[in-house]
């Protein structure tokens, strides 16, 4: 691609389209370190009314003498009895795990004086370790979920319905819904015609346990499994090739050809942590001289699809019809008649063929949620032909799949429902009312079953229609247990006591099933039994307990061959467009519609932030005269005219709108309600993963987007104006770097192109770092997955702000860690490649913002790191203006005590430092990490390197007399990566892996040579390994 | 010279001048002068006095423990109810439990320790006052004091003299600064950490002689470290 020099283009990395068209408006953001804000406007007013009020409110804050206070009187207030080996003041971990959609997350929870802060991986646990260093990695969703526990608006109460409104309690308890169960279900016992429970899906043996008491008193009663975000075609898919569910695990670290058909590996299947790490590994050797070659076609840009190396965008029709192809290509039998493949998608075929054949084996093929059942058959197929069966991917009986899907299921219940059948009705978790396919109606249905109870953690648009409500613990809060996508189970460990009375599933169920327990510890102790040998069953369960897993719990690998059967011709899609439904990267399903961490992480491709929009190709915006915000209507076989705002998104295949689900919540809470858009609407129970035959066209008005993506742009339009002064020598300033494969075997030096390396330096550098640490971090873009682990770990750990969508818009959302999302590509290219960056403060040696502060508040310390002392800061914001990485962030407002939902500020009448005192919320302060100090109105603030770990870390070891070791000291989104993309160290520690990684052939400082920052931080250059010569010669040779 | 095209002096734009009553200013500037050579010096000794950085502090606690009782007296050790001092950074009140260990026995009828026995049977913490509160935004840890020579004295004073808790040193930037630049000044023996009376021996030369040796066997940081901002701020 030679068109940089081109006239009206943009970069060669972009990270918009117009960013790309280099319009005036994005030069005018660019050029502005603070777009959109005006000083003149916010005074109104010339400079010297300015400075009257400057000086007055100087003037004032003497008269009111602020100075002259005692900061607040502090209690210490020590345990009656110490617990033993409690050391207050130091933070404990302990493992646990949350199941996520059925499937557990294993984590390690951090708590600080009684309160779970921050959330991990657990390291012991194989589907949450990484790989090679074990740190234990966890989502986004799972990091985040420790807000939601500090959520001041979960469901507090038990809300009665039942009977006349007078004699209604006010308040009623727990017992009074207990009696309650005892009058009605009495009858029912034995029988349980007429009862049906509707669950989210649970594969935790105390819930299995329980559920089949509940049947033994209930024997009639009916059991329903229910998420709006599912993977059983794969089910279904398995069911039809070998006639019973088994659980596919893919084994990537063995792969060396990938071949993925919409399958989403890396983003949100269910074992997404443990895949990342084990296809980093696979990445990373590139270093070796190997490297796998991952083939995606896919039905929108995941972020699989951003890190894969060919791919190709295309509507869901063809994914089958793509498998076909491959299949007889591959000489699976079975495929009947033939098929007509466009130019690109043969290419594609081809070449991805011939790796699979050329693999030896060390390949394996998988499918998505958007391949129907016949294709995920097609799929196993394929890979039993391979031999990659047993090898790249294994297959495990699933205990808990043979179940009806959970469409099915909404569908029998809801009809049941509707015909009266249903007399009374237990929905534990889940959100029906809101995430059920719209032609069900399903609220309607609710509101016909006389009794009905709802445990819940919020009282959502659910419990609204319900009779009885009951506030639902935490899974920080309750006991339980669960099994991870290998079917290992864990048990599920509380870090504090119900904050607001709930209760878990268990303990709900031992109440309906009149259990002779009732508490939920007691409750997996019973279901434990049958994991832990009788006479060290005491010893063994606080292993379990402490280690968070069980070995030897595992689903065994099934021992199947796929049935020989036909692969007919599919049926030709309808006319017109097909929707494409996907989880969200805020909400996931809706469920995290109040978190505000979530809501404020960009998306990893769009960069939107508290919104979800219809992301539409540019093909099809230019044919429709769409632009991003543009409001779309969009019509579905005849019944809906649903309008949303449009996102053009490119790489997005033309003919399909993707859109997310989890927006336009009701009840969600204050932070979640009225956002975005309700896609629910738009999905029916035929057309779940995927509807086809819609009609799209350009309805009136526009929508408030907010991405992120243009925010922060680092410049290098300076850097051109530079390079006309100075004669166009080098290169304008490069931000990325990525090298083909097949260039950097050839020659290492390849990845960095050459570019210049003249030092800059004039004089000595300012500092000279003789202390025994010299911190210092390396970023690998070609492990980054863009996940936006690093990201949520980041504002956990360092007590980051979110500021709302109006502040956001304005620039100024606070993340210290951004992950900079790059396209390269031609504007109307159907497959831009996609480069993620996490960029966040370099910690220059030679930094610029240093040398702008008037009050010395940023400056470095003897260990390199750029410190900065927000005591001292006065706010010039002169240091965010220079810094060329645009990492500072400043607190324009108090955003932690601010309304994040107000267009504008509430007024902020208290005292400053009154602020973490009183003005924010009591159970919201809970989340605070007390190591790191909670910034105010009116500092500059960035990313510290985690300067709270190292001081714990080296503290720590030099009261034993020793020095840290390399490995010890690891930073928060260090931590969080699956992929170990990010690794911290000691550059003065010649063996350290931060320094290897600093002498690795593809390691650069981002505008280093240009700007001569020296930054601490080194990015490892991307490698992508296009199909090319080799495809073919492997062709040659099988 | 041309004095017919020199512009007449009264002619330039009046807004250049000064307007004629700023004069009546000047001897107010002069006050202002003579008056600010007083009020800024103090200002400065006013907000380094003992009144404005809490010297002298002394809160009334919820039960009137004597430090000068029992560590004076009877020699107890700070250790025994501060207890992982050594191990974090955070000093820990003691439980009630450690109280109660020889309370159970001792004085079991005394008005003043029924806030003790309250807590002892309800299970409910005994709301001590803070006495040495640094800013929120200092993160002092005392096993990195502790453990590198820095004794107890150096900032609480004679706790063994004071019968209610008070605060003896100025806890000031500038007065913990004055340690981290001279360490060796103010390093003691391990073993010497909770000793009260402990003087180094010798004359002021051998004993900074014996306290840069203490430095160095502890391992102290360069001054350039130990004065950084992050050191204590972040």
């Known amino acids: 691609m030679n068109s940089t020099h081109q006239q009206n283009r943009g970069p060669e990395y972009w990270r918009s389209l117009e960013h790309l068209a280099d319009t005036p408006e994005m030069r005018e953001v660019i050029s502005k370190e603070f777009p959109g804000y005006d000083a003149s406007e916010m005074v109104n007013g010339s400079r010297r009314r300015f400075l009257k009020l400057a000086g007055a409110s100087m003037a004032l804050a003497g008269v009111t003498l602020t100075g002259c206070r005692r900061w607040p009187e502090e209690k210490l207030a020590p345990y009656s009895t110490n617990p033993r080996g409690r050391q207050p003041g130091v933070p404990e971990q302990y493992a646990t795990a949350y199941e996520f959609a059925g499937v557990a997350m294993p984590l390690l929870v951090t708590s600080f004086d009684g309160r779970p802060i921050k959330i991990e991986g657990n390291p012991s646990h194989p589907f949450s370790w990484t790989v090679r260093d074990k740190l234990g990695s966890a989502d986004a969703f799972a990091q985040a979920s420790v807000l939601d526990l500090y959520d001041p608006q979960r469901s507090r109460n038990i809300v009665d319905r039942t009977g006349e409104a007078e004699k209604r309690k006010e308040e009623p308890t727990w017992t009074d819904f207990a009696g309650f169960v005892a009058k009605h279900f009495a009858d029912l016992k034995g029988k349980g015609e007429g009862f049906a429970i509707l669950s989210e899906a649970s594969a935790s043996p105390s819930v299995t346990d329980m559920r089949k008491r509940l049947m033994a008193v209930f024997p009639q009663a009916r059991w329903y499994e229910y998420e709006p975000i599912s993977g059983d075609n794969e089910l279904e898919g398995a069911k039809l090739a070998f006639g019973k569910p088994v659980r596919t695990r893919l084994h990537l670290e063995k792969a060396s050809r990938v071949v993925l058909l919409d399958a989403d590996v890396l983003g949100y299947h269910p074992a997404h942590v443990r895949y990342a790490a084990d296809w980093a590994e696979r990445r990373r050797s590139a270093d070796d001289g190997e490297m796998s070659r991952v083939y995606i076609a896919e039905t929108t840009y995941t972020i699989t699809g951003g890190v894969a190396d060919v791919r190709l965008p295309v509507n869901p029709s063809r994914l089958y019809v793509l498998a076909r192809e491959i299949a007889s290509k591959l000489g699976v039998s079975g495929i009947l008649g033939q098929e007509q493949l466009s130019d690109a998608e043969t290419k594609f075929v081809d070449a991805a063929v011939a790796d699979l054949k050329g693999a030896n084996g060390a390949a394996v093929v998988a499918a998505g949620s958007t391949m129907p059942p016949i294709g995920h058959a097609l799929v196993h197929a394929i890979n039993e032909k391979l031999g990659a069966v047993g090898k790249t991917v294994t297959l495990h009986e699933d205990p808990a799949g043979d179940r009806p899907s959970h469409v099915q299921a909404i569908a029998d219940l809801t009809n049941d429902m509707k015909s009266g059948r249903v007399t009374s009705l237990v929905i534990i978790g889940g959100n029906p009312a809101y995430d059920s396919p719209a032609d069900l109606d399903f609220a309607n249905a609710l509101a016909k079953v006389p009794m009905s109870i709802r445990l819940g953690l919020y009282e959502d648009e659910t419990s609204a229609l319900c009779k009885w409500h009951l506030p639902r613990a935490h899974y920080l809060e309750a006991w339980g247990d669960a099994r991870a996508w290998d079917g290992s189970a864990g048990i599920v460990q509380p870090l504090i006591l119900p904050l607001y009375g709930g209760r878990s599933t268990i303990e709900l169920l031992a109440l309906l099933t009149n259990d002779t327990l009732i508490n939920g510890y007691d409750i997996v102790r019973r279901t434990w039994q049958q994991f832990l040998p009788k006479d060290t069953f005491e010893r063994d369960i606080r292993r379990a307990i402490e280690a968070g897993v069980q070995n030897g719990t595992e689903f065994p690998v099934a021992k199947v061959t796929a049935k020989a059967q036909d692969f007919p011709p599919a049926q030709p899609a309808p006319e017109g467009f097909f929707l494409r439904f996907t989880p969200d990267s805020h909400t996931y399903d809706g469920r995290f519609a109040n978190n505000g961490w979530l809501q404020e992480t960009p998306d990893p491709l769009t960069k939107l932030v508290w919104d979800n929009a219809a992301y539409i190709s540019k093909k099809d915006a230019d044919t429709l005269g769409v632009e991003t915000g543009d409001i779309i209507r969009i019509v579905l076989g005849g019944n809906y005219g649903y309008d949303i705002a449009a996102y053009v998104l490119p790489g997005q295949p033309a003919g399909v709108i993707t859109l997310p689900l989890g927006y336009g919540r009701t009840a969600a809470g204050h932070i979640g309600d009225r956002l975005g858009f309700q896609t629910y609407q738009l999905r029916s129970s035929k057309g779940f993963d995927v509807a086809s035959g819609a009609t799209v066209a350009k309805a009136s008005g526009s929508y408030q987007l907010v991405a992120t993506q243009d925010h922060h742009i680092i410049d290098d339009i300076g850097y051109k104006g530079r390079e006309k002064r100075s004669g166009g020598k080098g290169e304008s300033g490069r931000v990325i770097h990525d090298v083909a494969f097949e260039e950097y075997r050839k020659d290492p030096h390849a990845a960095l192109g050459g570019g210049r390396k003249v030092p800059l330096q004039l004089f000595n550098p300012p500092h000279t770092f003789v202390d025994t640490h010299a911190w210092g971090m390396a970023i690998d873009m070609n492990a980054c997955i863009g996940c936006n682990a690093c990201a949520v770990a980041c504002q956990a750990e360092n007590n980051i702000p979110i500021v709302g969508k109006h502040e956001a818009n304005n620039h100024r959302a606070m993340n210290w860690l951004r992950i900079d999302r790059y396209f390269k590509g031609e504007p109307d290219d159907p497959d831009p490649d996609v480069v993620f960056q996490p960029m966040m403060c370099q910690h220059c040696e030679n930094a610029p913002c240093e040398q702008v502060c008037p009050v010395a508040a940023t400056m470095h310390d003897s260990e390199g790191l750029n410190t900065m002392v927000y005591n001292r800061c006065i706010g010039t914001r002169y240091c965010s203006n220079n810094c060329p990485y645009k990492v500072r962030r400043f607190n324009y407002l108090d955003y932690h005590s601010q309304d994040p939902r107000h267009e504008w500020a509430a007024p902020y009448n208290n005292i400053p430092d009154a602020q973490q005192l009183e003005q924010v919320d009591k159970i919201k302060r809970m989340v605070f990490n007390p190591e790191v100090t909670v910034r105010m109105r009116g500092v500059m603030e960035k990313c510290t390197y985690c300067v709270q770990r190292i001081h714990r870390t080296t503290i720590a070891a030099r009261a034993n007399g020793e020095d840290v070791k390399d490995g010890d000291i690891v930073t928060a989104c260090q931590q969080a990566c699956p992929t170990q993309a990010i690794v911290f160290g000691n550059l003065n520690e010649a063996d350290s892996k931060v320094v290897h990684l600093h002498k690795n052939n593809r390691a650069y400082g981002v505008l280093a040579e240009e700007l001569n920052t020296r930054p601490r931080t080194k990015y490892l250059a991307k490698v992508r390994n296009p199909a090319g010569d080799e495809a073919t010669k492997g062709e040659h040779q099988a | ?234």
Request: hydrophobic fraction near 35%; charge should be neutral; aromatic fraction near 8%.
């Open chain 2, 1 to 234: 010279m041309s004095d017919t095209q020199q512009a007449n002096p009264t002619d330039a734009p009046r807004r250049f001048l000064f307007p004629r009553w700023i004069n009546y200013l000047l001897p107010l500037a002069a006050v202002a002068v003579v008056g600010g050579a007083f009020y800024v010096p103090t200002l400065f000794a006013l907000g380094g006095s003992p009144v404005a950085t809490s010297i002298g502090y002394q809160p009334q606690q919820p039960v009137p423990y004597s430090h000068a009782l029992h560590v004076g007296k009877l020699g107890m050790d700070c250790r025994y109810c501060h207890n992982t001092v050594e191990r974090t950074a955070f000093a820990p009140l003691p439980a009630t439990q450690t109280c109660m260990n020889c309370h159970t026995n001792i004085r079991t009828d005394s008005k003043l320790l029924q806030p003790l026995r309250d807590s002892w049977v309800t299970g409910k913490p005994v709301q001590w006052v803070k006495v040495h509160d640094l800013p929120d935004y200092v993160y002092f840890n005392h096993s990195a004091h502790v453990n590198h020579g820095v004794g107890c004295v150096e900032c609480h004073g004679r706790i063994d003299r004071m019968d209610v808790v008070h605060q003896d040193k100025p806890l000031s930037m500038g007065w913990c600064l004055e340690c981290h630049r001279e360490p060796e000044k103010h390093l003691r023996p391990r073993d010497q950490i909770t000793n009260m009376d402990w003087k180094p021996a010798g004359d002021a030369q051998s004993a900074l002689a014996s306290g840069l040796e203490l430095k160095k066997s502890y391992g102290v940081h360069d001054q350039s470290y130990m004065i950084s901002c992050y050191t204590c701020h972040r």
